[in-house]
């Protein structure tokens, strides 16, 4: 069974730094892609970051680039999101998302529709 399980939420002043974590397990991670969605209230859950297992390549949403990194380790199924220079407008619920690679083709990274499995999520404040 695929699980996965995000940490590392909470509250933060503007300029801040958060770090969250996405561990992952019932799946071999070189064969999927895992995302990081975000849901602010009365919008849209949309694609801020995805990782490939196999490669390591990453996207972002032209709204975090440069402000945020996706990485991972392999070893122990955990996927991380550095988030630095906080905004408010980073305010939501943050989710991870995992995707049989071979099913997703990765200029649609950000389609929430393209991933089969989600964590419960973890919510991140910037207080401005």
């Known amino acids: 069974e695929v699980q996965l399980v995000e940490s590392g939420g909470g509250l933060v002043q503007a300029g801040g730094s958060l770090r969250l974590s996405c561990a992952a397990s019932?799946?071999?991670?070189?064969?999927?892609?895992i995302g990081w969605f975000r849901q602010a209230p009365g919008k849209e859950r949309e694609g801020v970051s995805c990782?490939?297992?196999?490669?390591?390549?990453?996207y972002y949403a032209d709204s975090v680039k440069g402000r945020f990194t996706i990485s991972s380790e392999n070893a122990k199924n955990t996927v991380f999101l550095q988030m630095n220079s906080l905004k408010p407008e980073d305010t939501a619920v943050y989710y991870c998302?995992?995707?049989?690679?071979?099913?997703?083709?990765?200029?649609?990274?950000?389609?929430?529709?393209?991933?089969?499995?989600w964590g419960q999520g973890t919510q991140v404040t910037v207080s401005s």
């Open positions: 998302a995992a995707v049989y690679l071979a099913f997703l083709p990765t200029s649609k990274w950000y389609f929430r529709g393209e991933y089969d499995h």
């Open positions: 019932g799946f071999t991670f070189d064969d999927y892609a």
């Open positions: 990782i490939v297992g196999s490669d390591g390549s990453t």
